[in-house]
């Protein structure tokens, strides 16, 4: 399974070793810029994993804050993907034309494995959708067809992004070995299809049981989506949550109670 790639490569196997370790860090490094908690903590001072699902993602971000600042995470989450690919092309082009759409899934993987659990960021990332349609795009016309194909047709008809996310997973190592017909490939890819799918485990629990969310939109600006999750709601106390109303003190009961009269002495109310 490797040997055609040691002896396409026409260097040294340790030569060749050293090329991959290169590419997997500078691929998990850049993985680790995850949009969603750079926008939440530096910019709007905030914590996107505190609310909604927990997820450091698109959808839980767009859900929590709204307004512009989503194409922000967008844009981050899908540069990281393409650098890391065009990374391990520039290196992979500089050893052998063979090694080129291996290097892409290598660093593809490594990609989507710092965005899932960045080291930068307690190991608690997002479930690696935006940047792996990015990775399928960078890989191949014919993988993104049907990983984004699917994904888009299940999530505007259904309105469950789970649902699309789950088939990007499931797809792309079936659409994979299907085009390449390549052993070290197709495990590589199933390798990235088995993390997304591991990341949105619950989800298909939630799917199961008709209780996950559905997407919608709505126009709520970034400011007040960071508003809306740092202050209670009027009534409510931040720890200890909805306090009861006081009471109304009428005039008379600031009046200092008189002696009641005894049952048998007690007067009938007219």
Not at 100 to 120: D, E, I
Not at 201 to 219: A, D, P
Request: aromatic share 10%; net charge neutral; glycine share 10%.
């Amino acid at each position: 399974m490797l040997s055609r790639y040691i002896d396409a490569a026409g260097v040294s196997v340790n030569w060749l070793a050293v090329a991959a370790v290169g590419v997997a860090v500078v691929a998990y490094c850049l993985g680790c810029f995850n949009g969603a908690v750079v926008v939440s903590r530096y910019i709007l001072r905030d914590d996107v994993r505190k609310h909604g699902s927990g997820n450091a993602g698109l959808t839980n971000f767009h859900r929590v804050y709204g307004g512009p600042l989503t194409a922000a995470v967008i844009l981050s989450d899908v540069v990281k993907a393409v650098l890391a690919v065009l990374f391990a092309v520039f290196i992979a082009e500089h050893i052998s034309p063979e090694l080129v759409t291996l290097s892409k899934y290598w660093a593809g993987a490594f990609c989507l494995l710092g965005h899932m659990y960045p080291c930068t960021f307690q190991f608690r990332g997002g479930k690696g959708i935006l940047s792996g349609g990015a990775i399928a795009i960078m890989i191949d016309w014919r993988v993104a067809l049907v990983v984004w194909g699917g994904f888009i047709i299940l999530a505007v008809a259904t309105r469950y992004v789970s649902l699309g996310s789950c088939w990007a997973g499931l797809s792309f190592p079936f659409v994979s070995a299907f085009v390449y017909r390549d052993a070290l490939i197709t495990w590589l890819s199933v390798i990235v299809g088995g993390l997304i799918l591991w990341k949105h485990r619950q989800n298909i629990v939630r799917l199961v049981k008709g209780t996950e969310s559905k997407f919608t939109l709505h126009k709520k600006s970034a400011q007040e989506g960071a508003a809306s999750v740092q202050k209670p709601a009027e009534g409510e106390n931040s720890s200890e949550g909805p306090q009861p109303p006081e009471e109304a003190v009428s005039p008379e009961r600031t009046q200092p109670e008189t002696e009641q009269p005894s049952s048998g002495e007690r007067e009938e109310e007219p």
